[in-house]
């Protein structure tokens, strides 16, 4: 049994169950709903489908990040069980976890100078962190040490692929990442913008893309171009979506035929109610490994 504990945040958009059998521990984020404090706990203690149509119908939905307080607990816990942690955190490039993390670990050290915590800046969101996470398990249970394991989170994150694309742009004007000018264009005109998340971990729009059949060919388009050998692509394949599963299944399916060769089907999760919060429906994104991000 390893002597470390893998640590995310609960950004990674997987499922409670996934995350138990793989043995991954998350902290929680936050978001408020219509002024009512709520834990993102991967759809534990709300329906997705009631979570985005509580959206569609008006709710006021606003997240929190988890502070320095909060990391502090939490890693103290392993900390006293005699673990060390690797904690993947969310791109720094959406949110300040990274710092708050880092700033509880120094900390801590203090306490527990002979324990170990590294903080990684996954530059990673969604199952984009998911997949990063997945892949550290396979090396734990590898029998790789806490320090190969980070090693290698930091040499390989830039090969973690993000591509997204939302149907629905409502939520994307809410928030201001689409001006309304730009949004009402685009719903006229039935345009999907499809986004990828560059190399600073911030989310960058790449295109315009209409109508949605032509999106979810393109999407697939990006992964022929970037993923570790092609069309013979052995790795896993993680999708998440919000409340618009058929869009996400057509793209797996095609990714099915695509690439033959990949390790097992692709997984399909949704996307967390805090990354949910500011995408609402309609959105699709895809992850696998391929090419360093450069941009």
């Known amino acids: 049994m390893a002597d470390y504990v893998i640590s995310t945040c609960s950004t990674f958009d997987l499922t409670n169950e996934y995350a138990e059998k793989r043995n991954i521990s998350y902290i929680n984020f936050h978001y408020t709903k219509d002024g009512v404090k709520c834990e993102d706990d991967l759809y534990q203690s709300v329906e997705p489908h009631a979570f985005y149509q509580s959206m569609v119908d008006g709710a006021e939905m606003k997240t929190s990040q988890v502070n320095a307080g909060e990391f502090i607990e939490y890693f103290k816990g392993f900390l006293k069980q005699g673990k060390d942690v690797i904690h993947l955190s969310l791109s720094s490039g959406i949110s300040g ?16 100078p002979e324990r170990v ?8 969101a969604s ?25 290698w ?10 591509w997204f694309f939302s149907t629905d742009l409502t939520f994307y004007i809410k928030g201001g990442r689409v001006s309304k000018f730009s949004g009402a264009i ?23 893309i209409r109508p949605k059949k032509k999106v979810i060919v393109e999407i697939v388009k990006r992964m022929e171009e970037h993923a570790d050998g092609g069309y013979d692509y052995d790795g896993k394949v993680f999708l998440t979506q919000s409340d618009c599963f058929d869009d996400a299944d057509s793209v797996a ?35 696998f490994w391929g090419d360093k991000r450069v941009d």
Do not use: M, Q, W
């Open 97 to 112: 976890v990274f710092n708050a993390a880092c700033t509880a670990a120094n900390e801590l050290h203090e306490s527990f």
């Open 117 to 124: 915590i590294y903080v990684v800046d996954s530059l990673a």
């Open 127 to 151: 199952g984009g962190l998911g997949l990063l996470v997945d892949k550290l398990c396979d090396l734990r249970d590898e029998g790789k040490t806490i320090d190969e394991v980070f090693d």
């Open 153 to 162: 989170a930091e040499e390989n994150k830039l090969r973690l692929h993000h």
């Open 186 to 208: 685009g719903g006229v005109l039935g345009i999907c913008p499809l986004l990828n998340v560059s190399s600073e971990g911030k989310l960058i729009p790449r295109a315009k």
């Open 253 to 287: 399916k095609l990714i099915e035929e695509k690439f033959p060769k990949i390790d097992g089907k692709p997984r399909i999760f949704n996307i967390g109610t805090v990354i949910g919060s500011h995408t609402g429906p309609g959105t699709v994104a895809l992850f």
